[in-house]
């Protein structure tokens, strides 16, 4: 039930280990966030805004574009 606060930067597993959280994660303040790693999500997920890929993509299953969205495929 209590916080930790802290004013500046945080190293975690400087040396190895992990870290795990078991509760809602926020990035606030529309902060930038840079993940250096691979990032695998096992649910479903969602973006309220736009996607952007800048590389190759990859879809291994169905692509449904829903609600009569147009849609613009070139290639």
Avoid at 16 to 22: A, C, F, Q, R, V
Avoid at 36 to 56: D, H, R, Y
């Amino acid at each position: 039930g209590d916080s930790l606060i802290a004013k500046n930067n945080v190293l975690l597993n400087t040396e190895g280990g992990s870290t795990i959280n078991y509760g809602p994660f926020t990035v606030a303040n529309l902060s930038p966030t840079l993940l250096t790693g691979t990032l695998i999500v096992q649910k479903a997920t969602t973006f309220n805004t736009s996607l952007t890929v800048e590389g190759p993509t990859d879809l291994n299953n169905l692509l449904n574009v829903n609600k009569m969205s147009p849609t613009k495929l070139t290639g």
